[in-house]
């Protein structure tokens, strides 16, 4: 079934770019290809980029505000219990003491507002121009000028091994269907940047699966009892005599955006804190260069410029996460249990892909035949 899909697939993206570029011109026809899979890869992306909003949405059209504020909050107050029953609740004694000796509040809630987002785009930009990149340099622009499309490998051709041979318009079917090595550093670009997008889109649905189910009022609204969202209602549960946080953002603002912005009220989620879309982006991150680039580099010298920058930039993946599970939890916008549940499904997600990808790996090592047909390299 899967088999099938993926023909179709291919066969319907064949005929979008043989009808954009026409029959003849095969130079066009591999960048329209490569356009059209720019396109479809920034719209998988922009779409999982909003999965908060589009949860709001789907609680707005679908709910009564009334009982989704209700069902948050009755799942925020589990998530205390079983924080105060494990001795995890610290959230409270610990932004009373950041407000005491550290402050800068500012700072704290323009990285919650704009790091987040800003560095997660900044490494899928990362990784899908790296993909266009490598794919660019196996296009053999010449003999697509030419307009010859090779019915039959080259005579001096030997599939002894199921690689792509060194001019990629020459690269045979299977070569081009090897898109699951059992090994991370065994990968093109291309595989490499599929199997990192993937690990990124399955976590983000999941946790919008716990944005619709599990909708979790975040601790700065347990006290608040004068927040309104667009449509006039109480977003907080005036819970002033049991909880003390402070909304930082609310009370401090940011340099980019505050709650009380008409466009924040409409499309953000209020109740979207179970599991940390943050967390498990930040921790997505910090995976993405240690896969990519390593945790360290033994053949650079202790003396040269390059050793401390990866240094500098390796410690730094690393802690991206940890400062930012401290700032979401310090400006009370999520609990320290919506971090660890955030950590669990990056795993499950990682898990998940590399047991997909090792199935396919060991399937497609028993099928594969190098067989050369007249398709483009894109």
């Known amino acids: 079934m899967k088999r099938r899909f993926s023909f179709l697939f291919r066969q319907l993206r064949r005929k979008i770019v043989v009808g954009v570029a026409g029959p003849a011109n095969h130079q066009r026809q591999a960048v329209v290809g490569l356009a059209l ?6 719209a998988l992306l922009a779409l999982t980029f909003c999965t908060n909003f589009l949860s709001a949405y789907i609680h707005n059209t679908l709910e009564i505000f009334h009982d989704f504020r209700l069902r948050a909050l009755h799942n925020a107050l589990a998530i205390v219990s079983f924080e105060r029953s494990s001795g995890l609740f610290f959230e409270q004694p610990l932004q009373r003491w950041h407000d005491a000796y550290l402050g800068g509040w500012s700072f704290w809630n323009t ?10 785009v900044i490494f899928l930009v990362f990784i899908l121009v790296r993909m266009f990149g490598w794919k660019l340099t196996r296009v053999n622009w010449k003999r697509l000028n030419e307009g010859a499309q090779p019915l039959s490998p080259p005579p001096d051709y030997a599939p002894v091994a199921p690689e792509p041979t060194s001019s990629a318009y020459y690269a045979s079917d299977a070569a081009s269907a090897i898109v699951t090595r059992a ?7 291309a595989q490499q940047y599929r199997f990192l997008r993937s690990v990124w889109v399955l976590s983000a649905w ?11 009022m975040p601790p700065r609204l347990l006290p608040v009892c004068d927040f309104l969202n667009a449509a006039g209602a109480n977003v907080g549960a005036c819970l002033t005599t049991e909880f003390s946080f402070v ?3 609310g009370a401090h603002g940011s340099l980019l955006w505050d709650w009380n912005d008409e466009s924040v009220k409409t499309l953000n989620n209020p109740y979207a804190a179970f599991p940390s879309q943050h967390t498990i982006f930040a921790a997505w991150c910090a995976m993405t260069w240690i896969m990519l680039v390593g945790p360290a580099s033994s053949t650079l010298s202790l003396r040269s410029p390059r050793y401390w920058l990866r240094a500098l930039l390796r410690w730094g993946s690393i802690a991206y996460p940890m400062v930012t599970v401290y700032c979401i939890v310090v400006t009370a916008n999520h609990y320290i249990s919506d971090a660890l549940v955030g950590l669990i499904v990056l795993a499950i997600s990682y898990a998940c892909v590399r047991l997909y990808y090792l199935y396919q790996s060991r399937r497609q090592s028993y099928d594969i035949v190098p067989t050369f047909t007249t398709t483009l390299p894109y």
């Open 111 to 120: 990285y919650y507002a704009g790091v987040h987002p800003a560095v997660t």
């Open 183 to 189: 090994s991370f550093a065994d990968m093109s670009p």
């Open 247 to 249: 909304d930082t953002i």
């Open 37 to 42: 899979l720019a396109l479809t890869e920034v």
């Open 206 to 216: 999941l946790s919008f699966i716990g944005f619709l189910f599990v909708p979790t």
